[in-house]
């Protein structure tokens, strides 16, 4: 096994995603952090390499095809090869509505960023992964997406649909991709003190982003369509 992964994480600017760009690194992968905004990104690298960490930093919009097509032929140019997806970019637009008022622009949006951006990415990814005979596909989700309770309740209804559809979806591509060493899974950071969960959550950064890069360097053997929180698979 080569000493060093090719890792691209998605919404690697701040959060978790930059928490795994952070841990990866330490571990001696080759971190590509991507962003949306180029400023915001290049400030994400900059603030890694103040800690001795050598990030590369490349602009993606996952809602963009051109963006995805510009970065695929970046990792195939400069990279040459792509072990590692951390599909971690995402929105939460839903404010206080229910699917009885949500707007159709936000609806869309959501579906747009948090699930199509994630399957176009990992079908970009994936030819040099099956070229190279490896490859770790981890999807970021929720608990506010799981099955067994947590989609009985109505708030945030983009967000949560689109992270279940993610659940979904990486059962389908696990599927699809099952004997080619290609592992694809899922992960709950649980609720994480981030811009987005907010400064009253129980969980650090830290912990949200374990069990992601966890899965991001698995075994050849090791699991693949599972669905994960605190490295132990938990119900869908």
Same mark, same amino acid.
């Given at each position: ?33 991507? *962003? $949306? ?71 869309? $949006? ?35 997406? *799981? ?55 129980? $969980? ?33």
């Amino acid at each position: 096994m080569p000493s060093q992964r090719i890792a691209v994480v998605t919404g690697g600017n701040r959060g978790i995603g930059l928490e795994i760009c952070r841990q990866l690194a330490k571990l001696g992968n080759q971190v590509v952090l991507t *962003a $949306r905004d180029a400023a915001k990104g290049r400030a994400a690298r900059d603030k890694l390499a103040e800690s001795g960490l050598d990030v590369i930093f490349h602009p993606l919009d996952v809602a963009s095809d051109a963006s995805i097509a510009d970065f695929q032929r970046y990792a195939e140019k400069e990279l040459g090869q792509w072990d590692i997806l951390i599909n971690n970019a995402a929105v939460y637009l839903d404010g206080a509505k229910s699917s009885l008022d949500i707007d159709a622009a936000t609806f869309r $949006r959501t579906i747009e960023v948090n699930l199509t951006g994630v399957l176009l990415l990992s079908q970009a990814a994936i030819p040099s992964m099956r070229k190279h005979g490896y490859g770790r596909i981890v999807n970021v989700s929720t608990d506010m997406a *799981a099955h067994d309770g947590a989609l009985s309740s109505g708030d945030y209804p983009s967000y949560r649909v689109s992270k279940a559809a993610l659940n979904a979806l990486t059962r389908v591509m696990a599927a699809d991709l099952r004997g080619t060493n290609i592992l694809v899974n899922a992960m709950s950071p649980g609720w994480v003190r981030t811009d987005m969960g907010g400064a009253g959550a129980p $969980r650090s950064v830290e912990q949200g982003a374990d069990t992601a890069v966890w899965l991001a360097r698995l075994p050849d053997n090791g699991p693949s369509g599972g669905y994960f929180r605190d490295r132990k698979r938990i119900s869908w």
